[in-house]
């Protein structure tokens, strides 16, 4: 399995990047109402189609398993440095909280 830290800041991003040989766009939002914080969109990177919208930026799941039927053939996992439970803040993302795509893809 490989592991891959995405680059992301504490402020909202639209980037392209490539994962397990695809090309996709992602957006990184704050969500400023209570009990929300970041979320993800993700669109395929040749058409600009939009393949998720909205996914909260939570640790302790794969952002991507409801998701399988996209083909991203990977996991997405929110991880924060000291308390693996607790999710990205609007300070810390990209610092002690961070994104990372996994794969089986060599």
């Known amino acids: 399995m490989q592991t891959f830290l995405i680059p992301l800041l504490n402020v909202p991003q639209d980037f392209n990047i490539t994962l397990a040989d695809r090309n ?10 209570d009990e929300a914080g970041w979320v993800l969109d993700v669109y395929d990177g040749e058409t ?3 393949l998720i919208m909205n996914v909260p930026m ?3 799941a794969d952002l991507l398993e409801q998701y399988e039927y996209v083909g ?4 997405l996992i929110v991880f924060t440095d ?8 609007l300070e810390n993302l990209g610092t002690e909280s961070n ?8």
């Open 48 to 50: 600009n189609a939009a």
């Open 58 to 60: 939570i640790t302790g």
């Open 82 to 89: 000291g308390d693996e439970l607790a999710v990205p803040t």
């Open 99 to 106: 994104l990372y795509f996994q794969t089986e893809i060599e």
């Open 72 to 75: 991203l053939n990977g996991k």
């Open 24 to 33: 996709l766009r992602l957006v990184s939002k704050w969500n400023d109402a």
